[in-house]
């Protein structure tokens, strides 16, 4: 059998065997709904409780009725934006989010402008920092809501998200943050850094996909979103998915349990993976910021090469990795990330995303590295780039 190598963490991961264990009795055993009220839905409800709370504690939030299931990180950021913009109206229709934010947040900001909102779309720098003047400069009295995401997926890149939820709430603003990327990367303590609502996801923490939550602070409104019946406080019925939400309660929990220690295996994984490209292969640049970002992104721009063909040459050997973000890389549009970033289209195009997690191994970066010498040679010979280019 010929070898497989996944870098590609930051799109999905597996499910753990610790989350696995946590889901399995509930696809059979623990079968009641969690809304009945005999002893076969309490005992499901008893699951859904525990996991509310094993999330509470792990992002320090005061309430478990806080955490609001979802089916991911893409309905909890359509939720937050549309459902906190929609129910502030009465104060003012202006919201500001960043130009790299996912396409969760600004398609749904789209959506938001064609009911007659505005939208700022704050502009990074060339780390992908949102830069906080600009933000201040944004910021007027009909603005209710500002969502700046915490670990950028296609970079790594980490906001001053407490500085910046500071300076929403001194204007009496509303602040919520895509998290998806960040919690099992670095410490979210909501009430220490000031979060008033926050979009988790399973499947990037090695929980299962299709389940997430929208943590909103007590007091804060928000539209509801499905409706049917009491489940999630009545905002958002449908009858709970118990394994789902189970797994997806251990996750976040085990995430943040062994943050210190795989921070430091991730970052031992990248720096040597960093080491051998950069020793092996010339042209090659960072993308993202020098030191503010998270371990286990790493986006490689490798100059004259085309990003296609080298993900193209990379899976014919058994290596999976991302051009940009899974919602974009499978069109021909540019990474609007590094765009925003000011890269010039050269650059973006020939940029890669690696993504590290708990299974790699040494011989598989080995084995990656010398893949990527090869096929990074071989698309240099053949590219119109070279001529016109470096070489
Ligand atoms: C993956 C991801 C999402 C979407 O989450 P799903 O659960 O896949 O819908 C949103 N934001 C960021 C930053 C992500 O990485």
Redesign the pocket.
């Known amino acids: 059998m010929s070898k497989k190598v996944y870098f590609d963490y930051?799109?999905?991961t597996y499910v753990s065997n610790e989350v696995l264990n946590e889901m399995m009795p509930c696809f059979n055993a623990i079968y009641g709904n969690a809304n009945t009220l005999h002893s076969f839905g309490r005992m499901a409800a008893g699951v859904v409780d525990r996991a509310r709370d094993r999330i509470k504690n792990a992002i320090n939030a005061e309430k478990a009725n806080e955490i609001y299931f979802t089916?991911?990180?893409?309905?909890a950021?359509n939720w937050a934006i549309r459902g906190i913009a929609h129910a502030y109206s009465s104060k003012g229709k202006h919201i500001i989010v960043s130009q790299i934010e996912?396409k969760?947040?600004l398609d749904a900001c789209a959506v938001l402008e064609e009911e007659g909102y505005e939208v700022t779309y704050l502009p990074v720098d060339k780390h992908g920092l949102v830069d906080l003047g600009q933000l201040l400069h944004e910021i007027k009295n009909e603005t209710t809501l500002i969502s700046i995401?915490a670990?950028?997926?296609e970079v790594g890149t980490i906001q001053n998200i407490k500085t910046i939820a500071k300076i929403a709430h001194d204007y009496g603003i509303i602040f919520h943050t895509?998290a998806?990327?960040a919690i099992g990367n670095l410490k979210i303590d909501v009430k220490d850094m000031e979060i008033d609502a926050m979009?988790i996801?399973?499947?990037?923490i090695y929980g299962p996909?299709?389940v997430?939550c929208l943590y909103l602070k007590e007091g804060i409104r928000i539209e509801n979103l499905i409706y049917g019946g009491s489940a999630e406080r009545g905002k958002r019925g449908g009858t709970v998915d118990v394994p789902a939400v189970a797994g997806f309660g251990k996750a976040v929990e085990v995430a943040v349990r062994d943050m210190a220690v795989n921070a430091q295996k991730m970052k031992s994984v990248r720096d040597y993976f960093l080491k051998c490209v950069h020793d092996r292969i010339e042209f090659v640049e960072v993308n993202g910021h020098p030191m503010q970002k998270v371990n286990t992104i790493l986006n490689l721009c490798f100059e004259m090469v085309d990003k296609e063909s080298l993900l193209m040459l990379l899976d014919l050997e058994g290596i999976a990795v991302s051009a940009g973000?899974?919602c974009t890389s499978n069109s021909l549009t540019q990474s609007h990330v590094l765009k925003a970033m000011g890269l010039e289209d050269e650059i973006a195009n020939s940029s890669i995303r690696f993504s590290f997690g708990k299974n790699l191994t040494k011989e598989d970066i080995d084995y990656t590295v010398d893949v990527l010498e090869k096929s990074v040679a071989k698309l240099r010979s053949i590219s119109a780039l070279t001529k016109a280019g470096r070489k």
């Open positions: 930051a799109s999905t089916s991911g990180g893409t309905e950021n996912h969760s947040i995401m670990v950028n997926n895509d998806s990327q979009t996801t399973g499947h990037k996909k299709g997430g973000s899974a």
